[in-house]
């Protein structure tokens, strides 16, 4: 290992107009697209989280999503819709702070990950429209793998117990918090999209069909195979497994590997 790194640091030394390019690169990206959508999304979720609408829609959701997606706790309806329209690591830090609050138990916490992380409803419907694929016909073969994996994996445990719900009242300090703790998460993404967008271009000079699979946002600005796309946005790309990993901390990566690989099976939808 030390001397494959020795060598990728060789590798960056003697490339410093490409490393300093795609440095800039990533932090325009960085800054221009994820900043003003994920941010200000991150704060009003966690916002939204604490409201006691949202406690009243995970009531009347509750019993058809659980018939259809078999999970165990009311706040699970919340987090799979949420997951499906902002995409992850948004998503991914709701779910987590859900399981941190006692709001669902540790198996639902890691099943939703591995059954619903996925990109945003809107950049989804952006790629879908570029590369002209059914945007229906994506959703409902990306439900319908959801729908597998919680029925599969998600089984009703023994010793379930109803979930507290220790929503904070104090909204301000919620706020705050917010405010700190997105900071820190995006900083940390900055530094992930830099370092992959500098080793892909140092290592595999020109296009590789595999890029969306280490770095999906740079990968699908340029690929235009339905198929690559596809299987790529099931998979979702190591570099955004790097930032769903440093939400969670300590989860089993072996397993949202292997659901990755699963959704990667969308990729069959442009055989249709």
């Not at 697209?33 to 949202?54: E, K």
């Not at 104090?170 to 900083?187: G, M, Q």
Request: charged share 15%; with cysteine.
């Amino acid at each position: 290992m030390t001397i494959i790194l020795l060598f990728v640091l060789y590798l960056l030394m003697t490339n410093p107009n490409v490393v300093s390019r795609e440095v800039v690169n990533a932090s325009y990206l960085w800054f221009s697209v994820l900043v003003p959508t994920m941010y200000p999304n991150f704060v009003i979720l966690d916002m939204i989280a604490y409201m006691p609408l949202t406690n009243k829609i995970c009531t009347l959701l509750y019993k058809p999503f659980r018939l259809i997606f078999h999970i165990q706790y009311k706040k699970s309806t919340f987090l799979i819709l949420i997951s499906l329209l902002c995409g992850a690591p948004a998503s991914t830090k709701l779910i987590h702070s859900s399981y941190e609050n006692h709001e669902i138990s540790k198996k639902e916490y890691q099943n939703l990950i591995c059954g619903f992380s996925t990109l945003s409803f809107p950049y989804t419907l952006m790629i879908c429209s570029r590369l002209q694929i059914s945007i229906v016909a994506y959703y409902f073969f990306l439900i319908l793998l959801s729908i597998l994996w919680m029925q599969v994996w998600n089984k009703k445990e023994k010793d379930n117990v109803e979930a507290s719900s220790s929503y904070q009242k104090n909204y301000l300090e919620a706020f705050f918090n917010s405010v700190k703790k997105n900071i820190d998460i995006l900083i940390h993404i900055l530094g992930i999209l830099v370092i992959f967008r500098v080793l892909i271009t140092v290592l595999f000079k020109g296009d590789i069909i595999f890029y969306p699979f280490l770095e999906i946002l740079g990968g699908l600005e340029i690929t235009k195979n339905p198929c690559i796309a596809l299987m790529a946005m099931g998979f979702l790309g190591i570099s955004i497994h790097l930032q769903i990993l440093y939400i969670l901390e300590q989860f089993p990566y072996s397993k949202f590997l292997f659901s990755r690989i699963l959704f990667s099976s969308l990729g069959l939808l442009s055989l249709f």
